[in-house]
């Protein structure tokens, strides 16, 4: 297992994630948990969205395979590069255009007058999503070079742009910051392109697609397109349950009280931590290692690997499981509170961010045991799980967001993301997943979460004494 691919990796998300987290610490301080905030989160909302599924690993997941196999590699990155560009261009200016009905789709339960002030909003964040998927085919380019770090450090130029907009326009009144974050949100897409060509220079990249562009129209490739795109739809769909589910939530968390989308999104920040530091980042380390050697036969290589990543992440994510759950209310008050967010809406979010976390072992390890559905084309597999576990989240969001509101939305995502692990784990092979826990790690694992959880569960009792007599 490259553990320096995978540690360099974990840096650059760590530094994105700080960078992130510190966004949006003035995100709250300037905007609180109110009307403008939830407005700029249901904008920001779809680009993010499809932001997490090119960027963790769906497109990267379905195109990589497919470019391995490939005997005319330049040909056929350019040939997806620019369908890919030109569908996603014309569906930008169509939103541009008519940004009110895409904004009613992702606030089913706002007023019309609400949707007029979010749509203009939303028709300057959706460009984004030309710019992220630059960035991810950029990206997937350099990891078949194995080379990680440009991407995972790319993304704190997006925080830092925001940080920027945020930094200059804290004391304007709530619509400029809402709109500076928009345009933030567009130079940061910018900025990230031009790190990755920068690096696809230095690896002489840039070769491979010039002349992919010269032979863009030879007719040898067609077959691996048609292939390709059996794949991508599947790949979709399989990678993005959790996008998918949060979308969902924040739906219907329009149906809830003011800030609730607010506070869904504070709370999922802090969940995205761990997932993307640990499980993200191991499974982007792994997927072309693992899809070379199933490519040629080295199974053997391969569920070695599949062992070690899962004792990684097994202890890590356990961990971070705990904190976040026992720990909850000292880290949304150290993270968020101050300006105009509140106590009370400290609270709502460490509730909702306990949900999140129940969720958090069973999403890190159904990505990394999905990394063989994909390097073996069961693209439609993985497809097939994804859906269940989106209807059970789903369900389980009608059923809970009223009884408990915000962090009933959280909980029904970790519920999905159960159902996502234990069918996962069945489809690559239940007996491979009892190999890997007959090891006397399994007792190492379960006397950690019981030491781990006493430690914290003192530490939390310690730390809320501190913060309410503060």
């Excluded at 959706?126 to 990206?139: G, K, M, N």
């Excluded at 356990?318 to 209310?329: I, K, P, R, Y």
């Excluded at 491979?432 to 190492?444: G, N, R, T, V």
Aim: net charge positive.
């Amino acid at each position: 297992m490259r553990l320096r691919s995978i540690f360099t990796n974990s840096f650059g998300i760590l530094l994105s994630r700080i960078t992130g987290l510190g966004r949006d610490v003035l995100m709250a301080s300037a905007l609180g948990a109110s009307v403008w905030s939830d407005m700029f989160f249901i904008a920001f909302k779809l680009p993010n969205l499809f932001r997490r599924i090119f960027a963790e690993g769906a497109f990267t997941q379905a195109f990589m395979p497919s470019f391995i196999a490939s005997r005319h590699k330049g040909v056929f990155a350019t040939a997806i590069f620019l369908r890919f560009l030109l569908f996603l261009a014309v569906l930008s200016l169509m939103v541009t255009l008519f940004p009110e009905p895409i904004t009613k789709l992702m606030a089913w339960g706002w007023s019309w007058d609400l949707i007029e002030q979010t749509a203009p909003l939303t028709a300057i964040n959706f460009w984004y999503l030309d710019l992220i998927f630059i960035v991810t085919f950029l990206a997937t380019l350099l990891q078949y070079k194995e080379h990680f770090a440009t991407t995972a450090l790319s993304t704190a130029l997006l925080n830092i742009s925001m940080i920027c907009a945020l930094w200059f326009y804290m004391k304007e009144d709530p619509k400029t910051v809402a709109y500076a974050l928009s345009v933030a949100v567009l130079v940061g897409g910018v900025l990230q392109i031009a790190a990755h060509l920068f690096t696809l220079k230095h690896f002489n990249l840039h070769k491979l697609l010039a002349g992919g562009w010269k032979y863009r129209h030879s007719k040898d490739v067609k077959e691996e397109e048609r292939h390709f795109k059996t794949l991508f739809l599947p790949g979709i769909l399989g990678n993005s349950t959790p996008q998918i589910s949060a979308f969902i939530d924040t739906l219907l968390a329009t149906f809830l009280a003011s800030g609730s989308v607010s506070f869904l999104f504070y709370a999922n920040r802090v969940f995205q931590l761990p997932l993307a530091l640990i499980a993200i980042a191991t499974a982007t380390v792994l997927f072309p290692t693992v899809s070379k050697a199933l490519k040629n036969k080295e199974e053997e290589k391969a569920y070695a690997n599949l062992t070690q990543a899962f004792w990684l992440l097994g202890f890590l994510l356990g961990a971070a499981m705990l904190g976040g759950m026992l720990l909850a209310e000292p880290i949304v008050w150290l993270l968020f509170e101050r300006g105009k967010f509140t106590q009370a809406e400290t609270l709502q979010t460490a509730y909702v961010l306990q949900m999140y976390m129940v969720g958090l072992l069973p999403f890190g390890l159904a990505k990394l045991f999905s990394l063989f559905l994909y390097a073996s084309h069961r693209h439609r597999k993985a497809a097939k799980i994804s859906i269940y576990s989106l209807i059970a989240s789903v369900s389980a969001s009608w059923i809970l967001m009223h009884p408990l509101g915000a962090a009933g939305l959280a909980l029904a995502s970790s519920i999905g993301g159960w159902v996502l692990f234990i069918f996962t784990v069945k489809e690559v092979g239940v007996e491979k997943f009892m190999q890997i826990i007959k090891s006397k790690k399994l007792f190492y694992w379960i006397g950690m979460m019981m030491v781990a959880g006493m430690i914290l569960y003192a530490a939390n009792t310690w730390l809320l004494t501190l913060i309410r007599d503060h």
